[in-house]
């Protein structure tokens, strides 16, 4: 704790290193106070959410569908969609207070309108996306009531998939616009990097984070044509060329890594659990209550409530596993890029740009977070600096 640590493992150079900054880490601290106090309230409204549908809600609803609409699929429709839009009108103070503190603490650079128009935008796509689910989840629960939850297992790999591969072309765009990186002294480092890798990226793009927030970011995604490398022009203006070629060597070592595709394998592996986990509970749920099966619409909270209740408890598993593939991309840009000590620099910058809390509560870590806490990756990189100065 404290400003001591700031400097652990540094080495002997200080000239002209980046540092973590007092200041920032004490804003960045005080909103990750902020934030986790917000944990709670956000788990409450959710699950009060769902009580207050399943008692009030649900059974009126339903009667009133039955009676208005002759056939299944616009009554479920209407009912999945009047739930998912209760959901997000329910979270939307807390998440319109979220963007007011981000602007407060000077990381949004959006207005009301630009948020708002984004949020618009989210839940469009979420219903799109979301009614196409539904509507496959629902053809095998009722025509496959014993297997469906192997099916939708298979469904939700193939809509991973898909989806991976058209996210960036498709549903990105909606929100940043991309521009091929134009060609200078830093493409030609990176192409050489990503050649030495013996892969090639298909492609490297510029976005205009700034149009939204003074945080700086960079990522992999994508699959086959689509896959890409993203760089935010809040990176690309703010840091030396070193910093930005090491940023990209650890998004290069998770495509060498195929990070995406080990990703989607093991969600694939925990989706199909969750789901058969909910196979069961519906079994005994339709048993239990006279449902007509899993595919009636009066067994649908005892099928959010199993599949939600799974996610929540898998969720710190594929977190540990995320940060494993992130320490894992750390030092392949440790080893690849300019070396452990422009890795760290950047990394440095970052946290103090972003506001990143440098050491979250291990709870914190170990229930949401998918990268390691921000401290310990720059101690790391400079550990490994002063091995390689020694080495070489
Ligand atoms: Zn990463």
Redesign the pocket.
Known sequence: MGNLCYNAGMSENHDQRPQLDAERMALARARARENRRLIPLDLGLSAGYFVLWWLLVHEPLIRWLDTTLASFTPRLLVYVGLFGLGAVVVDLPLEAYRYRRAVHYGLSVQSWREWFVDVLKGLVVGAILGGILVLVLYYFLQHYPATWWLWMGLVYLLFTVILAQLAPVLIMPLFLKFTPYEEDELSARLRSLAGEAGTQVRGVFRTNLSSKTTAANAWLSGLGRTRRIVLGDTLLEHYTPDEIVSVFA??LG?HVHRDIWHSIVLATLVNLAGFAVAGVLMRWAVGRYGFAGPGDLRAFPWLVVSLALFAFLTSPLLNAYSRGR?WA?DRYAYRHGPGARAFADALTRLTNQNLADPEPPRWQVFLFYS?PPALERIQSANQFAVSQSRTR
Request: no cysteine; hydrophobic share 15%; aromatic share 0%.
């Open positions: 650890h998004e998770h992130e991309a990268h």
